[in-house]
């Protein structure tokens, strides 16, 4: 029987090694233009103040416009305020900040709950005076303290008003 005019040829299905072949062939090309490709998916974003070094610098994905990567601000005269990671615009990961003359604020670990859409702190923190020394630190579970908490006061002596052991965020014992 003769071909229709205008048809096209028909294809078989070949062996499955040639099929197999060329999938392994088609997934590596893929692979690697993925890869490259990649770098090309954010771009770095710097905001500045007024006649200012940059004082926000981070990565915004060129898909979906989140903020991602690890993010820095500073204050105007450059000195770092905050740093840490950002994923789909939450803050994720080890979370740092310092106080206007260099030492260190806060640090601790922030995780997104998509319950809420926020990323509250969780697991241990740590917090210090503008001074250097430690101001506070405890575990945190859902963004609340929980357990032993221990603050102190400028000069170092233990802040016995507010130490104490604590649950849902609110004190239910002194410790």
Known sequence: MAP?????????PQTPSATARRARGTSASIAAGVLAFLP???????????AESPRIVGQ????????????????PDGTARE??????????????QWWSN?????????????????????????????????????????????GAWEYSLDDGRLDGNQSGIYHDDRKIADG
């Open 102 to 146: 260099g030492e260190r604020r806060s640090e601790g670990r922030r995780v997104f709950d998509a319950k809420t859409a926020s990323s509250p702190r969780e697991g241990p923190w740590c917090f210090w005076h503008p001074n250097g020394a430690i101001a506070a630190r405890g575990i945190y579970r859902h963004g609340e303290r929980e």
């Open 40 to 50: 090309a998916c954010t771009r770095e974003v710097q905001v500045a103040g007024f």
């Open 4 to 12: 229709l005019l205008g048809a096209s040829p028909v294809n078989f």
């Open 60 to 75: 915004r994905s060129r898909w979906t416009g989140e903020d991602t990567g690890t993010w820095a601000w500073s204050y």
């Open 83 to 96: 740093r840490g990671d950002l994923e789909d615009g939450h803050r994720v990961g080890t979370w740092s």
